[in-house]
């Protein structure tokens, strides 16, 4: 088939081109309408039980992760100067198109009893004057009287205060955050510039969009990294120029075909697929190198450019066409998780690499047709004295020293497996950030003075409508336990509730005495509430607290980065305690918020690699019988794909490296890239067999001394290809490129050495049983008869 392919792509090398040509431009066109995406990376599929329960609260109360936060700390707080500077950046801030809502101890509200009206009233306690030392010590007095406030714009300790700035919904998710980030810091740091003081920024918007800004730019340092590390070592490779643009050329044609697939897909770039060019890149070089590697040995046996080039077609186009399939399926298999994250990133990769297979088939033959032949200078790799020396010993190795090989290889992988014990499946919000970045100084402020900022939220279904208030508002006291229970523990900050709502109104049916913020006995709640009409209704600022059917009603909490593993305890601590205040039977309360669904993803991912490494071994099984009929041979032959997984997650352990969604990867992806080097050496070891009839101790040689040159420089060229994102600020993406180089450096040794002495080790087996089945010569009878 692969002859028939070579002669029609040889002599028909212009429709091949305009044909590439057309689809490329058109490609092109599709890439440049290519959009980032702004939407918070969601990695639970639809129909999750806690992404439907997340998405249901947002439905009643909107989002949970649409506040940025700013706060510093100064004794001057309530000092004429900085009190009216913050009051002005309060309104400036207010006044930027998209912002929904600021709060700031200087935009602060108090309750008052109007009994006139039989009504509870809001007042700011500041406005737009500048207020005098005297003013500002009778405000402080009022606010430092109001426990509502404490640990949620200021805490009295530590002198530090913080502005809350609620973004619209629209805005959050889409190019308008970037600038409005940007509008809030620039406006803040002259404030801060002026008063001198430090400013701390974080919140879910501030975040999301400082790593959104990060990926945009290092999308752009990885693709030229990736151009030329290549280019250096294909280079070094060939001396060859026109060799080196031909595999740029043919690399550069994928980066646009896998855009160009994204778009028409609907698909936006995200932190995941902002890999996938310098990934193509890195992955579509070698094909070049392969067919580069045979079309030069062809041509110096015989001189003759398109017999080389027919037969560099017909030996390599089955070769290349399974190895890309195994790297494919690779990254194929996320779509089993049914993570959209992951589905997107999978699905645009495994098109990507498979694209990229066909237009090096077609392009890089044309293009050496059409360019001079190879000089002698240009053949010399082929020589390679150092790499064909060390792949001699690699021979001698294996027909000699098969036990060696099984002994140490064998320690390594225990080695590897004790590693794997000392691993935690542990992730934070913010890992993925450098230590040094400032998110994670200023992350740390608002977890010292105010607990955190990471959404928390507590769902109460009351199960009727108006259950809120109804059994004499039986829920707020329950829901004032439940608030004291959560403040046994650090790692949550002052709750916002229905209940703090009422302590607020109590303290103001009472004069506004701090010692009455509480929820009221009985009788007091059944006064109160003929004064609380307008206080839970639609207009009153805890509408955000309770649905328009008063069935539903949230406890909402920030809590610090505490990592998985952390919440995950806090979660199975505080469940039973919830269900002995709020019975199963009566009430159904969920927990959820930004915090668990972090958490659920985590989980999921992690059960999820089990699933699509398994299906990926399977299928990447299937294909291999396309090469054997042996399943002997076919499981033997994993076995040097799946120790340098071990060994890589054992360093892993050793390095205290966490499992977490961005080094879960590597296993997918390193699998199937490895699986590439027993592709290669099996089709050169069975054609070495079948079509030259040598036996299995010269077929391994000859594959070994052939097969293993291309393999060597493929192997320096995914490890160099892939070592480009440890220059990511991001440490999930550092560990990806380090850990799956290091993979593939140690499967390329299991595929030179393992891989042959196993197959070595098969024959000898064989034909022992075989002469042990042979018939005695019954040494009595006459020869001469």
Not at 113 to 141: C, H, M, V, W
Not at 695 to 723: D, H, K, N, P, W
Request: glycine share 6%.
């Amino acid at each position: 088939m692969w002859k028939y392919i070579a002669g029609k792509i040889l002599r028909n090398k212009l429709i091949c081109l305009i044909a590439v040509g057309l689809v490329t431009a058109f490609m092109t066109y599709e890439t440049c309408q290519i959009k980032l995406s702004y939407d918070f990376a969601r990695v639970l599929p639809v129909d999750d039980p806690a992404y439907v329960e997340y998405m249901s609260f947002k439905k009643k109360f909107g989002e949970d992760g649409n506040v940025m936060v700013m706060g510093f700390s100064s004794p001057a707080l309530f000092k004429p100067e900085l009190f009216n500077d913050w009051n002005k950046l309060n309104k400036d801030i207010k006044a930027i198109s998209g912002i929904k809502d600021v709060l700031s101890i200087t935009s602060l509200y108090n309750v008052y009893r109007n009994d006139s009206l039989g009504k509870f009233e809001f007042r700011p306690l500041s406005g737009d004057a500048n207020y005098t030392a005297a003013q500002l010590d009778s405000i402080k007095e009022i606010i430092y009287s109001l426990p509502f406030y404490e640990g949620l714009v200021y805490n009295k300790e530590t002198g530090a205060t913080l502005m809350a700035i609620t973004f619209n919904s629209k805005d959050l998710n889409s190019a308008r955050r970037l600038e409005m980030v940007k509008e809030i810091t620039t406006a803040t740091d002259a404030f801060a510039l002026k008063n001198n003081i430090k400013m701390h920024y974080s919140g879910m918007p501030y975040i999301r969009s400082h790593v959104m800004e990060k990926v945009s730019g290092e999308m752009g340092l990885f693709m030229a990294l990736a151009v030329i590390v290549t280019a250096v070592i294909l280079w070094l490779f060939f001396r060859s120029l026109s060799s080196v643009v031909v595999s740029l050329i043919v690399a550069a044609i994928g980066v646009l075909w896998s855009l160009g697939v994204m778009q028409l897909f609907g698909y936006k770039i995200t932190i995941l697929s902002g890999l996938i060019p310098p990934l193509i890149i890195v992955i579509g070089i070698p094909n070049c190198v392969f067919l580069i590697n045979k079309y030069h040995a062809e041509f110096v046996k015989h001189s003759n450019k398109m017999k080389a080039l027919s037969r560099t077609i017909s030996s390599m186009g089955g070769t290349l066409f399974l190895a890309n399939v195994t790297t494919a399926i690779g990254f194929g298999v996320l779509y089993y998780t049914s993570s959209p994250l992951l589905v997107e990133f999978g699905i645009v990769a495994a098109i990507g690499v498979m694209l990229t297979f066909v237009i090096s088939i077609i392009i890089a033959p044309i293009f050496l047709n059409y360019i001079a032949v190879p000089k002698p200078k240009h053949t010399t790799h082929l020589e390679a004295k150092f790499i064909n020396k060390l792949l001699a010993k690699v021979d001698f190795w294996v027909q000699n020293r098969r036990p060696q090989i099984y002994i140490v290889i064998g320690i390594i992988t225990l080695l590897g497996f004790w590693g794997m014990t000392k691993m935690n499946v542990l992730g934070y919000v913010v890992d993925d950030l450098p230590k040094k970045d400032p998110v994670y100084d200023d992350l740390r402020f608002f977890e010292k003075n105010f607990k955190g900022v990471l959404p928390f939220e507590v769902v109460i279904d009351t199960k009727k409508p108006e259950g809120v208030f109804a059994d004499n508002a039986v829920i707020l006291y329950k829901i004032n336990k439940l608030q004291k229970v959560v403040a046994n523990y650090p790692e949550f900050s002052e709750p916002l509730s229905i209940a703090e709502g009422v302590k607020f109104s109590y303290q103001a049916y009472r004069g506004g005495n701090p010692k009455y913020y509480k929820v009221p006995g009985a009788s007091d709640l059944k006064t109160l509430s003929e004064y609380s009409g307008t206080l839970t209704g639609q207009q009153s600022k805890l509408k955000f607290f309770i649905d328009s059917t008063k069935q539903f009603t949230r406890i909402s909490f920030q809590m610090a980065d505490v990592g998985s593993v952390r919440i995950k305890q806090l979660v199975k601590e505080l469940q039973p305690r919830i269900d002995s205040i709020f019975p199963p039977e009566e009430f159904r309360v969920e927990l959820t918020g930004h915090s668990l669904v972090f958490l659920k993803s985590n989980d999921y991912l992690l059960k999820n690699l089990y699933e699509s490494l398994a299906i990926e071994i399977i299928l990447e099984t299937l294909v291999a019988l396309a090469l054997f009929r042996s399943i002997r041979i076919i499981i033997l032959s994993k076995i040097p794909v799946l120790i340098p997984l071990v060994i890589t997650a054992g360093v892993m352990g050793f390095l205290a490296i966490n499992f977490k969604p961005t080094t879960i990867l590597i296993f997918s992806i390193a699998f199937g890239i490895s699986s590439d080097g027993t592709i290669y050496f099996l089709t050169k070891y069975r054609q070495e067999l079948k079509i030259a009839g040598r036996s299995v101790a010269q077929a391994i040689s000859v594959t070994i001394r052939e097969t293993g040159l291309s393999m060597v420089y493929t192997a320096i060229i995914l490890f160099s290809g892939f070592a480009i994102f440890a220059a990511s600020s991001f440490g999930g993406t550092v560990a990806l490129g380090i850990l799956v180089s290091l993979t593939l450096l140690v499967a390329m040794c299991t595929n030179l050495v393992m891989l042959p002495a196993i197959l070595l080790s098969i024959d000898n087996r064989r034909r022992r049983k075989e002469a042990l089945e042979e018939p005695l010569i019954d040494l009595s009878e006459d020869p001469e008869e």
